[in-house]
Structures are given as structure tokens and as C-alpha cells.
């Protein structure tokens, strides 16, 4: 059984004294790809620390988190991934993460869609799927996507928590899928709906670790071994053995982000 884990910040400080055993859970749980979402200009070099050590693992993507926009700094910001992003396109997998986020700070929300427009476009000029971040604030991220969609365009909206209305019209934008993580074992999560009700060649599997660690880890720290979990909720819930959730989400995975088939 494979498993990918299409968001993963396992890059970040929190796994600075443990990482390779974090690496070797990972394989243990049959998870062996790991996509590594960038956030902003500081965060590049572990992006590619990680790319460097695990190359056979670990794909990185580029792109400027929503809840590090800011007036001062986008331009620099923004400037700082271009120019990675430029320098070695065919070493990232997507754009992202991008999106919109209104739980910390509404005021940037201006700033938020500059951005996202901008870096949709780099998508579409390097034929990268986007990796969209969204926190209250779908129906400004349905205004941007009604926006910039075109054929040209493909991503995944992850860290999916919306409706099965939500994920429905996320679909229909085209090449489009959900990212479902640890929120799905949760008692009040709300997925089950939508996962019981959306087309399963549109899901994906993630962590988003070291944040949202599924049951039976909830309020510690997540990590990319623990998609297993998700994957057996979603097994559950489409009343399939987990081995052909491993089996679609992967293809899923692998199609979205033209991986090479292993």
C-alpha cells in the first residue's frame, strides 16, 4: 500500500530533532512521497534542504502563504519566490501554498487577492497546479476562482473543511480536487458528507503537518506517518478496504501533480 502526503511542512523548525526518524515512520507507514509547501522567502532554504536529502521523497513547491502577506514586505516577498520559482522550474511540483485567509487578519484581504493573482499566473506559465489555502473566506476565494479559471489552470484546495456544496463547486472549476487531512477524524469535523458525497477521483490525502494531527493524536504534533489515519477514516466512509483509498488518492495525487509513477 502507497500513501502520498501532498501537504506537509515536516521542513519546520518543530521536526529540527527528529526528522529523519520522522522520515523512517513515514516508510514504515507506507507513505513515500512527501510534498513540501512553501510559505515564504525564509522558508526556502528548508524546502530545499529537505529536497536535497530526500530526493527520492520529497517535492517542493513554491509560493507565499496568505497570513504572511503583508504591505512591507510583499513585493520583496513575492520577488524572493519568483525568482526561485524562475531559476529551477522543473524542481517544483506547484504553486503554493496560496489562498486567501480571513481568521487572523481581514485588513490584508487586498493584499491576499494581489497576491493570489499574481502567483495563479506563475502557475499558468509553468504549467504547475495551484495549492490553495482557505480559512473563512470561501466565498472570496469562489469570487478570485471565477476570476483567473481557465483551462489552463488545475490545483487543489487543501485542508478541505467546507460543504459538500463547497466541494461540489470546487469540482466543477475543472481539474480541481480536495485535500483531506486530519479534520476528517474529527468528531465534529464535518466531512463525512462531503466525502460520501464527492467524486473520489477528486481526493487527495495530507497531514498539513505539524498542525492538525488526526485521532488518535489530536493536540500533539502531527507528521506526514499519520496520513494512514486519514486514509482509514476516508476507508470507512466509502465502505472500501483502506488499500483502495491508498490506491485512488494516489493516482488522484500523481495525476494532479504529474509524479512519476513509481
Not at 54 to 77: K, N, Q
Not at 89 to 108: C, Q, R
Not at 221 to 241: F, L
Amino acid at each position: 500500500m502507497r500513501l502520498i502526503d501532498t501537504h506537509t511542512h515536516l521542513y519546520q523548525p518543530k521536526f529540527d530533532g527528529d526528522r529523519a526518524e520522522a522520515i523512517a515512520r513515514c516508510l514504515e507507514a507506507g507513505v513515500d512521497t512527501l510534498l513540501l509547501p512553501n510559505i515564504d522567502a525564509e522558508s526556502i532554504p528548508r524546502v530545499r534542504s529537505m529536497m536535497a536529502e530526500w530526493p527520492a521523497m520529497c517535492r517542493g513547491m513554491m509560493g507565499l502563504h496568505p497570513c504572511h502577506v503583508a504591505a512591507d514586505s510583499l513585493e520583496t516577498e513575492l520577488g524572493a519566490i519568483e525568482a526561485e520559482l524562475r531559476a529551477r522550474p522543473d524542481e517544483y511540483v506547484a504553486v503554493g501554498e496560496i489562498g486567501v485567509d480571513l481568521y487572523w487578519d481581514k485588513s490584508t484581504l487586498g493584499l491576499q487577492q494581489e497576491a493570489f493573482r499574481r502567483q495563479v499566473a506563475w502557475a499558468k506559465a509553468f504549467d504547475l497546479p495551484v495549492v490553495i489555502h482557505v480559512r473563512e473566506a470561501f466565498p472570496e476565494l469562489f469570487a478570485l476562482l471565477d476570476e483567473v479559471n481557465d483551462d489552463a489552470l488545475r490545483g487543489v484546495v487543501h485542508c478541505f473543511t467546507g460543504t459538500l456544496a463547497d466541494a461540489e463547486r470546487i469540482v466543477e472549476y475543472g481539474d480541481f480536487y480536495l485535500g483531506i487531512g486530519g479534520v476528517a477524524t474529527y468528531k465534529n469535523g464535518g466531512l463525512e458528507p462531503t466525502l460520501r458525497g464527492v467524486r473520489r477521483d477528486r481526493v487527495v490525502l495530507e497531514t498539513d503537518s505539524p498542525y492538525l494531527a488526526p485521532v488518535p493524536f489530536r493536540g500533539k504534533r502531527n507528521e506526514s506517518a499519520y496520513v494512514a489515519h486519514v486514509a482509514q477514516q476516508v476507508a470507512d466512509w466509502w465502505e472500501v478496504p483502506v488499500a483502495e483509498v491508498a490506491e485512488v488518492t494516489t493516482a488522484n495525487a500523481e495525476r494532479l501533480f504529474r509524479l512519476k509513477t513509481k
